[in-house]
């Protein structure tokens, strides 16, 4: 009964599996050669690895510096990526085969069986494992395949599917908790990115052997299973302990969540759904209100974002002055690409500023694409049968885009501002205005974008939403990646962002920023106008 | 009488589609005026148009005497409306969807006023207005857009389908409050499928079909157009008696009983012979709407 319960699961998943189990091994063949090619020397090692230790951002984003083999450097760059990869397939699996099974009703008809309920989950279990085997072995084989020692290759598969099983057991336990399904999910690939966010305060704050290119890490890794993948230190010490400890805790969850499951009700969490008001709040009211209530919780998660970005931008331009300080050759090819010594650090200003940019406007066409999702929806037609016209809910719904655009900008550029500031006091990483000034001069070209996408929302509804993506691609595209690429300078032209004032370099301009303003608020303008003569388009 | 709703000539296109078809329809002040047709006739179509949410292709329509496309926002302060398909936030709770809405319309959920009206509805309707949105029942959610049209006094109710999707007990709960409504003098226009809701409730009727106004006026002027059904006992009567009664149509003879239409304004006329043949069980049907309505629908699908 189990075993064909399981078959029949596999059955259905191989697909998934297999696209998982393929994509786990290619980037570790990836990674591990690409560390060959661009890390050859020891000197190359130690050299990324004592920038990194000065630089907490590098240190959230990787890993443990543990030592300078091709190995060592390959853990750091890739054991906390691929562990969060392996945590949320585990959270996708179990809470399929749990709770959103049991809101198919599928569960519903096993429970009713001599099986019992216990089945469905343990099957579950069963799978959970059957998927970590494949992604640890997958990951074994591929740094094999990509040259890396045997030996620590199968302690780092093993650590990575330890740590998914320990995820399998508390993603289950989660899933016996969460009110519904979609929560569930929600949950878990919160866990996941907490257990990675714990690992990095524990990186970043962990104390530095600069002689060995190592890092001891705070007590917080040891709080997080992708923290124990790092505590095995795959290749230098091939520490099993940590293995244990994941697939003890893995056990317990599961025996906690059999226990728990045992008492509630099928299709029903533990936890059950939150009672909502009976009353609208003063703040529930117009159609910005609305907007507002509806997209808080987008708002505050890009906010959060954002403040993260500027907090790792800012600590990167450690990176540049690392590089300045660097040898003359490096200096002399740094100076090739961007231009005098001076004007490198303005430079990477306004890269990191345009990186912030593309986040405000995926905010802002974010905010754009509503517009389209709630005519569709029917909440249009609702607020415009009350006493509200079409363009006051139209420019309400822009607004409310261009204030959570606006914020995004603004805590960025603080928070960037501070994050260099409280490493180089001095204003040698750049000044707070500089950095302040350029993230937040980005608002026209973000306005541009958002001004489109609405014109075209006016214009043709239904096209929205895939011109917004593709609009919001091409800015990207062409903002950061057209001059590496050798688009033509007329193409990259195109893109708002090269319009953005070079506030962190001598003598910007401020002649585009005008332009893009004006023009964004002609094409609203025109939207509003257009907007007048057309329906509801379902 | 002042007409509330006026329209004429009134042409809706959807690209190919043609919705409406020459519309003509008046509304008056303080009647209750039933809409009926079949699916797809354009009910909704004209509401939406009445609304302002739709722009009519061609044709004249006005509303207390205004553009419903150019004044939407103004007007919207004295119409409450029912759409046909029910949308909701599925994040906001049922009772915060009602505050919202009235307070869109320009009503203030602060005063005590609606307060009071607000929990009686919620009383009436049965309603659990702490519950979030996407967890509602069809009728719970139904339940929202009466609730939020009957909290706040309007002077025109535009009212798609209301009871669509709700249970017997709370369809009558709503033809109280539709009849509360007429009482106060208020304007209603109804479209409806619930041929015993609109014969209720309703002074006037429209019927629609393809876009066209077939039929119009007052319960009584439209069952003059049908015919009534009568039916007795045989007993002993003979064939030649029965083929005797004068204006009868549509003669049968079937488990003892006899079955005949007379025209609707030559009843009178047939009664005394009935009696003359000493009928006994005697059975005067007045005309259902619903046969009125099987008379349009039936030629559609003659038509089709
Ligand atoms: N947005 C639209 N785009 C294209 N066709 C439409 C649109 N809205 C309505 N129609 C068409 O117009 C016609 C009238 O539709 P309408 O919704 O007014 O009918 P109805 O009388 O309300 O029907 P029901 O009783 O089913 O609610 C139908 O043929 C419908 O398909
Ligand atoms: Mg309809």
């Known amino acids: 009964m189990l075993l064909a319960l399981l078959r029949f699961r596999l059955r259905r998943d191989r697909l998934q599996l297999a696209v998982w189990t393929v994509a786990l091994l290619l980037l570790m063949v990836f990674t591990a050669a690409a560390m060959t090619s661009t890390y050859p020397a020891v000197a190359d090692r130690v050299g990324v690895l004592r920038i990194a230790m000065v630089t907490p951002a590098l240190l959230v984003l990787r890993g443990t510096p543990q030592g300078t083999s091709l190995g060592d450097i390959t853990v750091f760059e890739i054991a906390t990526f691929q562990a969060v990869l392996i945590g949320l397939m585990s959270t996708f699996l179990v809470v399929r085969n749990t709770r959103a099974e049991e809101e198919r009703g599928a569960a519903e008809a096993l429970a009713a069986t001599a099986a019992g309920r216990a089945l469905p989950t343990v099957a579950a279990v069963l799978e959970g494992v059957v998927a970590n085997v494949l992604a640890g072995g997958a990951s074994a084989l591929g740094l094999i395949a990509g040259g890396l020692p045997t030996v620590g290759s199968i ?11 320990a995820f399998v057991g508390l993603e289950l336990l989660i899933a016996q908790l969460a009110p519904t399904g979609r929560s569930a999910n929600g949950w878990g690939t919160a866990l996941v990115l907490a257990s990675y966010a714990l690992r990095g305060i524990g990186d970043a704050g962990g104390t530095p052997h600069p002689a060995s290119s190592t890092l001891t890490p705070g007590w917080e890794s040891a709080l997080s299973p992708i923290g124990w993948v790092q505590a095995t230190r795959p290749y230098a010490a091939d520490d099993l302990r940590p293995v244990l400890l994941a697939l003890v805790v893995g056990a317990l969850a599961v025996w906690a969540a059999l226990a728990v499951q045992r008492v509630r009700d099928v299709g029903a969490g533990v936890i059950a759904e939150g009672r909502a008001r009976r009353t609208a709040s003063p703040a529930l009211r117009g159609p910005f209100g609305l907007a507002a209530r509806l997209q808080r919780g987008s708002v505050i998660g890009w906010g959060i974002g954002a403040v993260l970005l500027g907090l790792i931008g800012g600590d990167l331009a450690n990176l540049v002055l690392e590089q300045l300080g660097s040898t003359a050759g490096v200096a002399e090819a740094v100076k090739r690409l961007g231009g005098s010594g001076s004007d490198l650090l303005g430079g990477f200003i306004i890269a990191i500023g345009g990186f912030v940019g593309i986040l405000a406007a995926a905010i802002a066409v974010q905010g754009a694409m509503r517009l389209r999702q709630e005519e569709a929806a029917g909440g249009a037609d609702a607020v415009l049968s009350g006493a509200v016209g079409r363009i006051r809910w139209f420019l309400s719904l822009v607004a409310l885009a261009v204030v959570a655009a606006a914020l995004a900008l603004v805590v960025a550029g603080i928070a960037a501002a501070l994050a260099a500031l409280s490493a180089h006091p001095d204003g040698s990483a750049g000044t707070f205005g500089a950095w302040f000034g350029t993230i937040v001069w980005q608002l026209p070209a973000v306005l541009v974008i958002l001004a489109l996408v609405s014109l075209v929302f006016a214009v043709a509804p239904r096209a929205t939403i895939p011109v917004g993506w593709l609009v919001l691609a091409a800015a990207a595209f062409l903002g950061e990646l057209g001059a590496l690429l050798d688009v033509p300078q007329w193409v990259r032209d195109l893109a708002p962002f090269s319009h953005s004032p070079a506030v962190a370099l001598a003598h910007p301009s401020f002649v585009g920023a005008g332009w893009m303003t004006l023009g964004a608020v002609v094409a ?11 329906d509801t388009v379902p | ?4 709703v006026e329209a004429s000539g009134l042409v809706k ?24 047709g079949p699916n797809g006739a354009g009910k909704s179509t004209t509401i939406r148009i009445l609304l302002g949410l739709a722009r009519a292709t061609s044709g004249r329509v006005t509303v207390f005497g205004a553009d419903p496309w150019r004044d939407a926002a103004r007007l919207h302060r004295r119409i409450a409306s029912v759409p046909g398909d029910v949308a909701l936030w599925p994040a906001l709770s049922g009772g915060e969807t009602i505050d919202l809405l009235v307070r869109l319309r320009g009503g203030d959920v602060g005063s005590g006023e609606y307060r009071r009206r ?27 857009a009466l609730i939020t049209a009957l909290a706040h006094p309007a002077d025109l109710y535009v009212l798609d389908e209301p009871t669509s999707g709700l249970d017997p007990l709370m369809e009558a709960v709503f033809s109280d409050e539709v009849a509360a409504l007429a009482r106060s003098g208020a304007t209603v226009l109804l479209s409806s499928h619930i041929l015993s809701e609109v014969e209720r409730l ?9 876009g066209r106004i077939v039929e119009s006026g007052t319960l009584d002027e439209l069952r003059h157009l049908t015919r009534t059904a009568v039916s007795f006992e045989r007993d002993r009567l003979s064939d030649a008696q029965l083929a005797g009664i004068p204006g009868a149509h549509d003669l049968v003879v079937a488990e003892g009983r006899v079955s005949l239409t007379l ?10 012979a009935l009696g003359d043949l000493g009928v006994t069980g005697l059975r005067v049907a007045p005309p259902s709407l619903e046969e009125l309505f099987l008379r349009h629908y039936g030629d559609e699908l003659v038509d089709a």
Request: glycine share 10%.
């Open chain 1, 155 to 165: 302690v780092f598969g093993i650590a990575l599917g330890a740590a998914g099983c």
């Open chain 1, 524 to 534: 609203i303008g025109l939207a509003c106008v257009l907007l007048r003569r057309r």
């Open chain 2, 1 to 4: 009488m002042t007409a509330i």
């Open chain 2, 13 to 36: 296109r959807y690209g190919a589609t043609v919705a409406l078809d020459g519309l003509d329809l008046s509304v008056q002040q303080g009647e209750v005026h039933g809409y009926l």
């Open chain 2, 118 to 144: 607000r929990a009686e509805l919620v009383e009436r309707f049965q309603f659990d207005p702490g519950k979030r949105a996407r967890s509602y029942s069809k009728g719970n959610r139904q339940k929202v």
């Open chain 2, 202 to 210: 309703c002074d006037r009727v429209s019927i629609l079909r393809s």
């Open chain 2, 263 to 272: 025209d609707s304004d030559a009843v009178a006329a047939t009664l005394p």
